[in-house]
């Protein structure tokens, strides 16, 4: 069992991998969508999951500028609890290496989207209400 407070030594050698829904969501809802994305164990290095044939998706209506601003604010959600590093990141420039657009799919279960790699769930109206955001 991994211990939350204790990460794996071998995180300390990978780069910080950041997974913004390319949707848009209430604030709240947003920060959650995206920290438990980016906290899932989700390998990405398995490329592409592809989409079978008439299978529904959501357009991106993220701009990639805006997603990057995100990133920041993400961090400060993820690292909240954790006063040192809290505290760092006003300070903190950040680099992105590498973006790019990942299928991640959700299955819509009653009247929520279900992610299928870290099982949270999003209401679908918050979808829909996202759409004019």
Do not use: C
């Amino acid at each position: 069992m991994i211990s939350y407070q204790n990460p794996p030594e071998a995180w300390s050698r990978e780069a910080v991998q950041i997974l913004i829904p390319a949707f848009k969501l209430s604030p709240r809802l947003f920060l959650r969508v995206a920290g438990n994305m980016s906290l899932a164990p989700i390998d990405l290095s398995q490329g592409d999951q592809g989409l079978k044939p008439g299978q529904r998706t959501e357009p991106v209506r993220l701009p990639l500028e805006e997603a990057a601003q995100a990133v920041k604010v993400i961090l400060s959600y993820l690292l909240k609890r954790h006063r040192k590093l809290y505290s760092l990141i006003p300070k903190t420039r950040l680099r992105l290496r590498h973006t790019g657009l990942v299928y991640l799919p959700f299955k819509l279960q009653g009247r929520e989207f279900v992610d299928l790699y870290s099982g949270q769930a999003i209401p679908a109206n918050a979808i829909k209400l996202g759409k004019s955001i």
